[in-house]
C-alpha cells in the first residue's frame, strides 16, 4: 500500500511545506516522517506577560486511492536551555 503525506506549516507565509511517498509493507501500520524547520524563520510562542503567542497552522494531508483526509493543528515553538554552571 502507497500513499502521499503533504505537510505544510503557515500557509500565508510558508515556512515548510513538502509532499513525500510512503509505501507500507504488510504487517506494518505505522510511518514517522521528521520534519526540519529553519529556527531563523519561526517566531517563538512565550507565555502571558512574557512576549508574544506566535502560533503557526500545521495543515497534514493524507492521499491514498484519490481520497484525502486533512488535519489543522495551531502549533507553538519554544526554546529550552538547561543551564549548569553556578549561579
Known sequence: IY???SNQL?????????????DLKNGENEIVNKLKIEI????LWWPV???????YN??????????????SKLIGFRKLEHITKRD
Open 3 to 5: 500513499f502521499y503525506l
Open 10 to 22: 503557515d500557509e500565508n507565509n510558508i515556512l515548510l511545506s513538502n509532499k513525500e511517498k510512503f
Open 40 to 43: 531563523d524563520k519561526i517566531n
Open 49 to 55: 506577560g512574557y512576549g508574544k503567542q506566535y502560533l
Open 58 to 71: 500545521l495543515k497534514i494531508v493524507i492521499e491514498f486511492n484519490k481520497t484525502q483526509i486533512s488535519i
